[in-house]
C-alpha cells in the first residue's frame, strides 16, 4: 500500500569521506574539551558525574515511555462507546450526514481488532493463508500500526463510497466513468457534494434474513468470526434510507469488545451487498 521513494542521493551530493572524518575529529576535540572544563569547575568526581547522567538518561526514557502510554490511554479513553448495533450505526450516519468524518471514525474498530487479530487461527481455519489481504500477525508491534492503518484506509474508502452511492449510480459498481468532456467531469463534482447528505434519516434497521442468521450454522460462524477479531460477538445489520423522497439500502458488519459495538466494515454479507460499501435505490 505504501510506496518507497528514492533513497539514495546522487554521487555529486555526497559528502566526500575526508570531510565526515575530519568534522568527526573537529567535535571529538570539542567534545573532550568541554568536558575538561566542566570536570575542573565541578566539585564531585567524574565518575559520580558519569553516574548522574546515566541516571539522567535512564529517567528520562522511563518518563518518555510512561508519557506515551499515557497518551495512549487517554486516546483510547476518549473514544466513544456504543451499547448496541443499532446505537453505532446511528451515530455513525449522522455524523457522515454533518460532515463529520472524524467523529464517524469514532464508531470504527480499528484498535481493537488491529492488536487482537488471530492470524493463526484464522489461517488454519480457512487452511489458506492470504499474505497481500489478511491483517498482518498482531504478534508484531509493526504490524499492529500497519494494522490499524490498512483498517483505517478501507473504511475511510468504504465511507467514501457510502456517501458518493447516495448521488451517483454511474460507476459505484468500480467500472470507470468514461470522459466526453470536462463539463462530465465538474457535474460528478459538484453532484457528490456531502453538504447534500444533511437530510438523511434512517428510516429502518433489521436483521439480514432473519432466519438464516439466527439459524446454529450462522451463530456459530458469526462467533468463531468474531473469535479471530479479539471479539466477543459479531452482527449484522440492514439500514434503509431516506433522502431527498427516494429510499436506499446499505448494510453494515459489527464486532463487540465487551460492551462495547464498534463497526469493521459497510455492508452485510447475508444480505449478499457490495463489499465497496455503497447504499443502492430501494426497487432498482
Same mark, same amino acid.
Given at each position: 500500500?505504501?510506496?518507497l521513494g528514492s533513497f539514495f542521493a546522487s554521487r555529486s551530493g555526497r559528502i566526500p569521506l575526508s570531510t565526515l572524518i575530519a568534522g568527526g575529529a573537529g567535535v571529538v576535540i570539542i567534545v573532550v574539551l568541554a568536558v575538561l572544563l566542566a570536570t575542573k569547575g565541578s *566539585?564531585? /568526581? &567524574?565518575?559520580?558525574?558519569? =553516574? *548522574?547522567?546515566?541516571?539522567?538518561a535512564g529517567t528520562t526514557a522511563a518518563s518518555t515511555t510512561a508519557s506515551t502510554a499515557a497518551g495512549q490511554q487517554t486516546t483510547l479513553a476518549a473514544q466513544k462507546? @456504543?451499547?448496541? &448495533?443499532? $446505537? $453505532? !450505526?446511528?451515530?455513525? #450516519?449522522?455524523s457522515v450526514a454533518g460532515n463529520d468524518f472524524p467523529a464517524a471514525e469514532q464508531t470504527f474498530a !480499528?484498535?481493537?481488532?488491529?492488536?487482537? @487479530?488471530?492470524? +493463526?487461527?484464522?489461517? *488454519?481455519?480457512?487452511? +489458506?493463508?492470504?499474505p497481500l489481504t489478511m491483517p498482518a500477525p498482531a504478534e508484531y508491534g509493526m504490524y499492529v500500526?500497519?494494522?490499524?492503518? =490498512?483498517?483505517?484506509g478501507d473504511l475511510t474508502r468504504q465511507t467514501k463510497d457510502f456517501v458518493y452511492s447516495f @448521488?451517483?449510480? *454511474?460507476?459505484?459498481?468500480? /467500472? &470507470? !466513468? #468514461? #470522459?466526453?468532456a470536462t463539463d462530465d467531469i465538474s457535474q460528478f463534482v459538484k453532484a457528490v457534494d456531502p453538504s447534500g447528505l444533511k437530510p438523511l434519516q434512517i428510516a429502518k434497521i433489521e436483521l439480514p434474513a432473519p432466519d438464516v442468521y439466527n439459524s446454529a450454522t450462522n451463530v456459530a460462524n458469526f462467533k468463531r468470526m468474531a473469535g479471530f477479531y479479539g471479539a466477543d460477538e459479531m452482527a449484522e445489520r440492514v439500514v434503509t434510507y431516506s433522502l431527498g423522497g427516494q429510499t436506499f439500502q446499505?448494510? @453494515?458488519?459489527?464486532?463487540r469488545y465487551g460492551s462495547d459495538w464498534k463497526i469493521f466494515r459497510l455492508y452485510s454479507n447475508l444480505a449478499a451487498q457490495p463489499a465497496s460499501g455503497i447504499v443502492t435505490k430501494v426497487g432498482e
Open positions: 500500500m505504501s510506496k *566539585t564531585g /568526581s &567524574p565518575a559520580q558525574g558519569n =553516574t *548522574t547522567q546515566t541516571s539522567g462507546s @456504543f451499547d448496541s &448495533p443499532e $446505537a $453505532a !450505526i446511528k451515530f455513525f #450516519v449522522s !480499528i484498535d481493537e481488532y488491529a492488536a487482537k @487479530f488471530d492470524f +493463526t487461527g484464522y489461517a *488454519t481455519y480457512l487452511k +489458506t493463508m492470504m500500526d500497519m494494522n490499524k492503518a =490498512t483498517a483505517l @448521488f451517483e449510480a *454511474t460507476g459505484m459498481d468500480g /467500472s &470507470p !466513468i #468514461v #470522459v466526453s446499505g448494510g @453494515f458488519g459489527l464486532l
